[in-house]
T-cell receptor
């Protein structure tokens, strides 16, 4: 099994640009999570999906952030426009719905906004 | 709401020695799961060990074991026979039964001295 796949691994962009992060969950998993990791705030859940439906987006910082899951094998997290304070590592994780307590993480995307 | 506190920002240990990482948590729920995740420099989040709150027996995975004190809301991780590959950030986390939101502590950076 390939595990959770994220792309790109690194992204450097300028303030005001649109950024799209991508995630492919483990095949057969029906829950998908987006986390953000910063030095100041640690690891925070941004949003999660069950069966492609967003369930809890209370962690999304503001309207500049949006996430979609058009099918069971793909999700995106978009930031538009990006700001320097969005610089962080963004993780995607997935789990089987019947065992939500086991989340498997991707390698993360390190985002730098200049 | 759940909170997780790791009071040791950094720890160090000599190779082959034993080290214990501390974690306390707060929740009003009675049914939950606790986890230790390891994050090496590669930044991949790796599940080390998990504990179901309803189980009195402490979980063990090879050289890793926990001391779960439910009444005290304490969940420490013991690493025996420390190896250089154990050097990483270690995060304690909690998830409530029926929910899917992992809440993490701030992490402990573990250094292994050869």
């Amino acid at each position: 099994d390939a595990g959770v796949i994220q792309s790109p691994r690194h992204e450097v962009t300028e303030m005001g640009q649109e950024v799209t992060l991508r995630c492919k969950p483990i095949s057969g998993h029906n829950s998908l999570f987006w986390y953000r990791q910063t030095m100041m705030r640690g690891l925070e859940l941004l949003i999660y999906f069950n069966n492609n439906v967003p369930i809890d987006d209370s962690g999304m910082p503001e309207d500049r952030f949006s996430a979609k899951m058009p099918n069971a094998s793909f999700s995106t997290l978009k930031i538009q426009p990006s700001e320097p304070r969005d610089s962080a590592v963004y993780f995607c994780a997935s789990s089987l719905g019947r065992r939500p307590n086991e989340q498997f993480f991707g390698p993360g995307t390190r985002l730098t906004v200049l | 709401a759940q909170t997780v506190t790791q009071s040791q920002p950094e720890m160090s240990v000599q190779e082959a020695e034993t080290v214990t990482l501390s974690c306390t948590y707060d929740t009003s729920e009675s049914d939950y799961y606790l986890f230790w995740y390891k994050q090496p420099p590669s930044r991949q989040m790796i599940l080390v060990i998990r504990q179901e709150a309803y189980k009195q027996q402490n979980a063990t995975e090879n050289r890793f074991s926990v001391n779960f004190q439910k009444a005290a809301k304490s969940f420490s991780l013991k690493i025996s026979d420390s190896q250089l590959g154990d050097a990483a950030m270690y995060f304690c986390a909690i998830i409530i039964q029926g929910a899917q939101k992992l809440v993490f502590g701030q992490g402990t950076r573990l250094t292994i001295n050869p």
